[in-house]
Structure formats: C-alpha cells, structure tokens
C-alpha cells in the first residue's frame, strides 16, 4: 500500500513539475519552444542594424562553435546556428549532467531601426547520470527532453536565452567604430562584386547553355531528317520488297496454272491415246475375230467341199462296187 501511494504522490508531483516547467515560450504553430519579438533601436541608418548585430555575434560566439550569415541579397537579416557548452549540473536527488551542449538557431529580420528576432530549433545533448549512477546519453530536440530535470534545465536554459536578448538588444544599441564601417564597406562591396560576378557568370552560363540549346536542337533536326531519310528508304525497300514478293507470288501463281495446264493436257492427251489404243486395239480384235471367222468359214467352206467330194466320190464308187460283187457270186 505504502508503494502504490509512493507511486501515486511520485507521478502528482511529476505533472506538476512538467506544468511548471512548460513556462518557456512556445509558438503556437508549430507547437515548439521559440522566444520571437519585434522590438527597435533608438537610431540606426540604412543597413547599419543587421551590421550592428553582425559585429555584435562576432564577438558574443568569438569562443563558442557558431555559423553567422548575413543575406547578401536584402541585407536585412542574419542568422546564427551554433552551440554553447553548459557546465556540469546536479539536478534533484542525485541527477547529473555533465558533457552538456545547447544548440540553437537565432536569426534576426531588420528594417532601418526595426528588427524581429527569433531564438529556436533548440537542442539538448548531455549524459545524465541517475542516482545509480547509471549513464545514460541524451540527444534530441529540447521538447523532446524527459524526467525529473526538466524543470530546472528549462529554468537554466531560459535563463541563458535571456542574458543572449539583454545581450544581442544592447548590441545592437551599439553604433560601429570606423573599423566596422570600413569593414562593411568593404564586405558589400565584395558582395556586389561577387554578385556582379555570378551575374555575369549566370549570363555566360545563359549563353552557352543557349547555344549548347540551339546546338542540340540543331543535331536533333539533323537527327530526324537523318531518321525520316531512313524511314523512307526503309518504306521505299519495304514496298519494292513487298512488290517482288507479289511479282514472285504472281509468277509462282502463273507456274501453278502453268503446270496445272500442263498436266491437265498430259492427262487429256494420255486419255486419248488410251481411246485410241483402245479403239485400235478393239478393232484389231474386231479384224481378228473377222479374219478367224473367214478363216473358220473357208475351212468349214473346204472342208464341207471335202465332205461333199468325199461323199460323191463315196456315191459314185459305191455302184461299182456292187456291180463287183454281184458279178463274182455269179
């Protein structure tokens, strides 16, 4: 019973503590922490704040491992991406940070004596050590950071944010000496130079590029009347090849019929002289049959001639014969 209590006392407090703690500002869009005011100088010329603030980050981050920008195109804002080192820190019972690190994003909007400033895209890197003594590394977007030291790094870290405004808004109270002046002159004047260069690189680009264009489209015409050139040989060699295999299948046709006449004609040709072997053979049948019939009637002729001689000369010997006979008993 005792732990549960423990349990429940120990999370009250730990949402109380992360209400307390949410006092850093935080943008309403993107729902994460961001200091942002529009705030202005006493005096200033044209385009001496964004410088004022320029000279200012130099010598603020000279020590610490920072980017500055200025725009080189309005030469209004600057912007300054960096981190700052925080020292070991005891948070609670027995929770301690040591190789800590804040990063961070300022950036700064100016117009004559006006400018906006932003502080976000914070960071939090460190290992914490727990009352174990456990490490453990923490690295993230600073919304992201969890557990009991929470409220105290929120209270540390808003406290360095607000000597970095009381900072940067005394800077930029601060009008240049005439060696920032000249520095800045000379800076711009690098910039137009620099900028006139990349113009007139970007123009040269243009006109090669331009060319390099012209060029291309000129070897693709060239290409394509080479290419249409080709289609039509191709189409002209297609279609001369598709007449000559027509003219081919025509001939072929042609032969076809030729052979088909030819052969008809053979058969018809064989078919007559078959007739006409057959009648010749008919009527060598027919003259043969005549031939053995007159043969069979001339010797049937001759021989009933024969019989008839044989028979008369049988009938004319046949009295004599009696005669003889007759005589002989006389």
């Not at 703690?21 to 001496?48: C, F, M, W």
């Not at 981190?83 to 040591?98: A, D």
Request: glycine content about 4%; overall charge negative; proline content about 2%.
């Amino acid at each position: 019973m005792r732990t549960v209590k423990t349990a429940i006392i120990f999370s009250i407090l730990m949402i109380a503590i992360s209400a307390i703690a949410q006092k850093l500002p935080v943008n309403k869009e993107t729902k994460l922490i961001e200091y942002r005011e529009s705030t202005s100088v006493e005096r200033a010329g044209a385009g001496d704040l964004v410088n004022r603030l320029y000279f200012w980050a130099q010598n603020e981050f000279k020590d610490q491992n920072v980017t500055i920008m200025r725009d080189d195109t309005t030469f209004k804002t600057l912007t300054i991406k960096g981190s700052i080192p925080m020292v070991k820190s005891v948070f609670g019972v027995n929770y301690i940070h040591t190789k800590r690190l804040l990063k961070f994003e300022l950036k700064f909007d100016t117009d004559k004596k006006d400018y906006t400033y932003w502080i976000n895209n914070f960071e939090y890197e460190c290992v914490e050590s727990d009352r174990n003594r456990e490490e453990n590394s923490v690295s993230g977007p600073l919304e992201e950071f969890k557990g009991p030291a929470k409220r105290s790094l929120y209270d540390e870290i808003d406290e360095v944010c607000q000597n970095l405004i009381t900072s940067f808004k005394a800077g930029a109270e601060v009008e240049m000496t005439e060696e920032q002046e000249k520095a800045m002159d000379e800076w711009l004047e690098k910039q137009k130079a620099e900028k006139k260069a990349a113009e007139e690189a970007a123009k040269q680009a243009a006109k090669e590029a331009e060319a390099a264009q012209r060029q291309a489209e000129k070897e693709a015409a060239a290409a394509a009347k080479e290419e249409a050139k080709a289609q039509r040989e191709a189409e002209k060699e297609a279609a001369e090849a598709k007449r000559e295999e027509e003219r081919a299948a025509r001939e072929a046709e042609m032969e076809k019929q030729k052979a088909e006449r030819e052969a008809e004609m053979e058969k018809q040709k064989a078919e007559r002289e078959a007739e006409m072997a057959r009648q010749k053979a008919e009527r060598e049948a027919a003259m043969e049959q005549q031939k053995a019939e007159r043969e069979a009637a001339t010797a049937k002729a001759k021989a009933d001639r024969e019989a008839a001689a044989a028979k008369q000369k049988e009938n004319s010997e046949a009295p004599k014969d009696s005669q003889e006979g007759n005589g002989g008993d006389k």
